[in-house]
């Protein structure tokens, strides 16, 4: 096993874009500081996406000049109009996002999977003219499964992650968008996945509405996948995926790879309380594992 | 991967001990049939301890003569009394409980691990004689972690399984009490114990205290283990272990199962509304994964 693994902080973006209700900016930026001092080195804060789509990350403008430097900052760009607005203000690290589910992503983004690869394309060649060391990050969601589609075939996932690479994408983010991967399946489309691109390139996004996160997680790091996306508390889901649960906790993440005996140089306990405002602020109780047992072993009351 | 595993539900006795209320013996009686009609085939259904040490289970003579037919019910005995009491009841399948740590044995059952297993040879000596064809599982809790000790070197917990093997015990159940195991020490403990003992005689307890349940069961299987403790709803922990959690959701050991394509015959639906009466009087939402999902997709609300 290897002895790095990189975290990818999604709670800020991936986290908070399935609220009902509105974070203010003041308390986003308390949370990603309060990430960023647990000792997390890359957080995607928001996303430049239509505010009347996701109001909930409408603050977009205002809140990215105020992040302190240290981690590495990325932004989700939906469309052309996201990266402008993402470009005036620097950004330096992007994300696009498509499925494998032709359905979903009609659904989601409101394109066909080719017409967001035609859309990326233009959106890439714009933003390397712009910021040409700039880091860009191609999601594949339902890479697994679709809530309308049900099973996705890994050879079509392959397809849609290989259209990305094409554009020249520095990373791609596999995700199981509703939760509801195991292992066997992990293990069979990540083999495929490798077959066409390096395990450098590769990061898992897992859900967990089923428990089997970790356990997916762990089949990845055994097929060499050093990176894995997580959302501090478990927060968030995906807006317009019914049935889906939270993403990974990152306190799970971290416990898990702690104890694997990979230092993650994050602190657990840190982590575990940089959610708890913006979980009252939702109306919503401490749920992850990692979190709960953290905030309990500290005599903090979880609810 | 095996085609078949086996799931012990342990939720009346290990998942009812450790809350602070009693459960009414006709709703403890709805539960047990409840996990029945969902098709579990083994049912742990209460200890013979003593009632004044847990409250909880004081009603095992009541209880016990009110199971249906159908699965196979065992108890707990944790001493000659308990187990005069469980003879007496016709109960042909009994369990004893030690552990690897030294300090855990004496706190939770006034004994030290020698002390216990002296115990346990005079138990199954009677016990073999009154029901010959009755059928003994020693429990080896604190396998990984002690909550007085701290990591338990695995030959310690290897020695403990070797004194219950040596009384003739028909299997051993080895318990992470307060689940904060992961997979690497799954797979060396493991690797010990299969020096020692078939595989066929050894069931993994896990408490998903830390997430990391699923994975170890998952990393234990690939070992050839088939064989798993669980609790419906996550119920339980353990009444004597400051910080545990609860028990592996049996939801979620379904889930997990059900995905990686081995059939459980278990009703996942059915599994995930037989606590909820129990939870409710417990004053307790639904948490196990598995089980919100259930509930989720099925249009009822989880609180």
Known sequence: MTDHIRIVEVGPRDGLQNEKLQVPTDLKIRFIEALAAAGLREIEATSFVSPKRVPQLADAEALWPML?????????????????????????????????????TQKNINMSIDQSIETFAEMISIFRASRPTGFVRGYVSTAFECPYEGRIDPGQTVRVIEKLLNLGVDEVSIGDTIGVAAPPEVKSLTRLVLNVMSRGKITYHFHDTNGTA?????????MGIESFDSSAG??????????????????????????????????????????????????????????LARLSLSGTSPT
Chains 1, 2 share one sequence.
């Open 68 to 104: 302190s430097h240290g981690p590495a900052f990325s932004a989700l760009t939906p469309n052309l109009k996201g990266l402008e607005r993402a470009i005036s203000l620097d950004v330096d690290r992007i994300a696009v996002f498509t499925a494998a589910s032709e359905t979903f």
């Open 234 to 291: 478990g927060l968030g889901g995906c807006p317009f995926a019914p049935g889906a649960g939270g993403n990974l906790a990152t306190e799970d993440l971290v416990y898990f790879l702690e104890r694997c005996g990979i230092p993650t140089h994050v602190d657990l306990y840190r982590l575990a309380t940089s959610s708890l405002e913006i979980l009252k602020v939702l109306g919503r109780s401490p749920c992850a594992k990692g979190q």
């Open 214 to 222: 970790i356990a997916n997680v762990a089949e990845a790091m055994e």
